[in-house]
């Protein structure tokens, strides 16, 4: 049986999870401002991968997939999810970078 997450873990989660929404927020692929929540399918996914290990392709593709085909949205255009990708990717980078920072005497 698994123990229940620590309450720093919660907060790095919920970091994250923050830092994933506000990227997809500004990016607006719906075209459109939507509730705050639109888009955590997407980002609670992107969560996932993060913790699985995924890759920059791997980013890249979960966007895609979700956008175009959860959302239902026609072929958006690569460099727009690619730009999305890298800002996802850059601030898994930054934030464990501080964390690493962190860790230093």
């Given at each position: 049986m698994s123990r229940?997450?620590?309450?720093?873990?919660?907060k790095r989660i919920f970091t994250e999870e923050s830092a994933i929404r506000r990227i997809i927020q500004d990016w607006q692929p719906l075209g459109f401002p939507v509730p705050e929540d639109e888009y955590d399918c997407l980002v609670l996914q992107l969560?996932?991968?993060?913790?699985?290990?995924g890759s920059g392709d791997d980013v890249v593709l979960k966007i895609k997939d979700e956008i175009e085909d959860h959302f239902g949205l026609g072929p958006v255009p690569w460099a727009e999810i690619q730009a999305a990708a890298a800002e996802v990717m850059n601030g898994w980078r930054n934030r464990e970078k501080e964390g690493n920072n962190?860790?230093?005497p």
């Open positions: 229940p997450p620590t309450r720093l873990k919660r969560i996932g991968l993060k913790h699985a290990g962190k860790r230093r």
